[in-house]
């Protein structure tokens, strides 16, 4: 349990694979996927957050002639923040900028993000401020999101996934 939720924003676009199409249904599915990107995007420009990347995991599946179900991770950035958070723990640059996974499970578009508490846990961050806004900022991020879920972090321990 405790693999997946560290690499589940990663993983859970492989679980997308089918092996048939309904390509009117693909396209609802990527223009939902598509929309709620939309709407994070507002939410970042609105409170000062730099988009700096997006996968689209599905898009380049289909460049590939594969196909995947639609999959999108975008990463938004606060530099003060981040470089904050970064004098606490080094380390926790590998889950830095903010990340929104949305994508489609089931026939269902959902959105999941890496919150406070999973960076707190994992880097055993200990500056309350810092972690006060990364929670704000991500509320506000994902502000106005359907089907949204912080990625699990019960029983994540301090460096989990990490050798030293």
Do not use: W
Request: hydrophobic residues 40%.
């Amino acid at each position: 349990m405790k693999k997946l939720s560290l690499i589940a924003l990663f993983v859970l676009p492989i679980l997308g694979c089918e092996t048939t199409v309904d390509q009117n249904a693909h396209q609802s599915q990527l223009n939902a996927v598509d929309e709620s990107v939309l709407i994070a995007d507002r939410n970042a420009e609105d409170k000062g957050l730099d988009k700096v990347l997006t996968i689209d995991h599905s898009r380049l599946a289909e460049k590939a002639n594969e196909y995947l179900a639609p999959s999108r991770v975008d990463f938004y950035t606060d530099d003060k923040l981040n470089t904050q958070l970064l004098k606490d723990s080094l380390q926790v640059g590998l889950d830095l900028p903010f990340r929104v996974l949305n994508y489609v499970e089931n026939g269902e578009q959902k959105v999941i993000y890496t919150d406070a508490q999973f960076i707190q846990k994992r880097h055993g961050i200990m500056d309350n401020e810092a972690l006060e806004q990364y929670a704000e900022k991500t509320a506000l991020l994902t502000n106005g999101l359907d089907n949204i879920a912080p990625v699990q972090s019960e029983g994540l321990t301090k460096n989990y996934g990490m050798k030293h």
